[in-house]
Every structure is written in structure tokens, then in C-alpha cells.
């Protein structure tokens, strides 16, 4: 089970914190990830984390997201900084056990928390 927290209200070129924390071990998990979804739009990969630690990220947060993984707290992180209006949305968490290529595909996927960023 996946537990998605830290979403809110912030205004543009602030910072948040989410975190997805699981219910298992995330050392047993070959990647995690997350993904947003804006009001009308379909769901999209924001970052990922896979197996040793290599991170993709979407073009649109390089340089201003931050993906990371606690072991011991069995916790994922997102830092989000400068965050921008078109950020809003409700950001999901998603985890997998099983190796793939290219990219992992999610089977488990937390509740949303969601972002609003104002201008």
C-alpha cells in the first residue's frame, strides 16, 4: 500500500515536499515513481527512481524536481522547487517489483495529493 502525503497550496516559485511512504520494504522494489494528472489531461510520469538509483524526469521539472528514496523510512520523495502555475494537479505515487525495459511499468499505485500553485 502506497500512501501519498505533502500536497497543498503554494504560490508560484515556492517549494513542497511530497512523500509516498509504503506499507512494505521499498528496498524490495525495482522503481517508484510519480506521476501527475491536471484537471481534463491524462496521467503523466513527473520522475522516477529505478533500482540503484538512476532518475528520469519529465522535460518540463528538470532542474527544479528532485526525486529520492529513503530505505530505512521506506519512503519516496518529491521536492518540488519553483514551482510553476502549470504544476498543478494531483500527484500520485506508483511502485513496481518487477524489472522491465526500457522503462518500468506500475503496478501499485498510492492515492493522490494534490498541488494547486497559484500565480
Known amino acids: 500500500q502506497l500512501q501519498a502525503s505533502g500536497g497543498g497550496l503554494v504560490q508560484a516559485g515556492g517549494s513542497l515536499r511530497l512523500a509516498c511512504a509504503t506499507s512494505?520494504?521499498?528496498?524490495?522494489?525495482?522503481?517508484m515513481a510519480w506521476y501527475r494528472q491536471a484537471p481534463g489531461k491524462q496521467r503523466d510520469l513527473v520522475a522516477e527512481i529505478i533500482s540503484r538509483g538512476m532518475t528520469n524526469y519529465a522535460d518540463s521539472v528538470k532542474g527544479r524536481f528532485t526525486i529520492s528514496r529513503d530505505n530505512a523510512k521506506n519512503t519516496v520523495y518529491l521536492q518540488m522547487n519553483s514551482l510553476e502555475p502549470e504544476d498543478t494537479a494531483v500527484y500520485y505515487c506508483a511502485a513496481t517489483e518487477r524489472p522491465a525495459r526500457p522503462l518500468p511499468i506500475y503496478d501499485y499505485w498510492g492515492q493522490g495529493t494534490e498541488v494547486t500553485v497559484s500565480s
Open positions: 512494505g520494504s521499498i528496498s524490495t522494489m525495482y522503481a
